[in-house]
C-alpha cells in the first residue's frame, strides 16, 4: 500500500553563530534518533504507540528523525556560511 503525503522544505536563515543556532534548534526537538522501531517495539496498543512518541515530542512539537548533517561551507551570494540538514517530523 502507499499513500502519497504532503512534505514541507523549510530554510532558515540567521546571524546567530551557527554553532547556537544549532544548540537552540536541539533544544527546541525532541529525538527519535534511536529509531522509529526501538521507539515502537514496547507498544502494544494505539495509546502506547502514541504516548511513546509524544513522550518525544520537544517544545516546538516536533521530533528529529535523523542526526545532524553538518554540510561544506558554502556562498549562496551573502557571504560565507556554514549548513546543516536536520530532518524533523509530527508523529500525529
Same mark, same amino acid.
Given at each position: 500500500?502507499?499513500?502519497?503525503?504532503?512534505?514541507?522544505?523549510?530554510?532558515?536563515?540567521?546571524?546567530?553563530?551557527? @554553532?547556537?543556532?544549532?544548540? /537552540?534548534?536541539?533544544?527546541?526537538? =525532541?529525538?527519535?534518533?534511536?529509531?522509529? =522501531?526501538?521507539? /515502537?517495539?514496547?507498544?502494544?496498543?494505539?495509546?502506547?504507540?502514541?504516548?511513546?512518541?509524544?513522550?518525544?515530542? =520537544?517544545?516546538?512539537?516536533?521530533?528529529?528523525?535523523?542526526?545532524?548533517?553538518?554540510?561544506?561551507?558554502? @556562498?549562496? =551570494?551573502?557571504? @560565507?556560511?556554514?549548513?546543516? /540538514?536536520?530532518?524533523?517530523?509530527? /508523529?500525529?
Amino acid at each position: 500500500m502507499s499513500r502519497t503525503i504532503e512534505v514541507r522544505h523549510c530554510v532558515h536563515v540567521s546571524e546567530r553563530p551557527f @554553532d547556537e543556532v544549532v544548540a /537552540a534548534f536541539m533544544l527546541a526537538t =525532541g529525538s527519535v534518533e534511536e529509531g522509529f =522501531g526501538s521507539v /515502537a517495539a514496547g507498544a502494544t496498543t494505539r495509546e502506547e504507540f502514541e504516548a511513546a512518541f509524544r513522550a518525544r515530542e =520537544g517544545s516546538s512539537g516536533l521530533e528529529r528523525l535523523t542526526k545532524p548533517r553538518a554540510g561544506p561551507e558554502s @556562498d549562496d =551570494g551573502g557571504g @560565507d556560511c556554514e549548513e546543516s /540538514a536536520i530532518e524533523v517530523g509530527v /508523529a500525529f
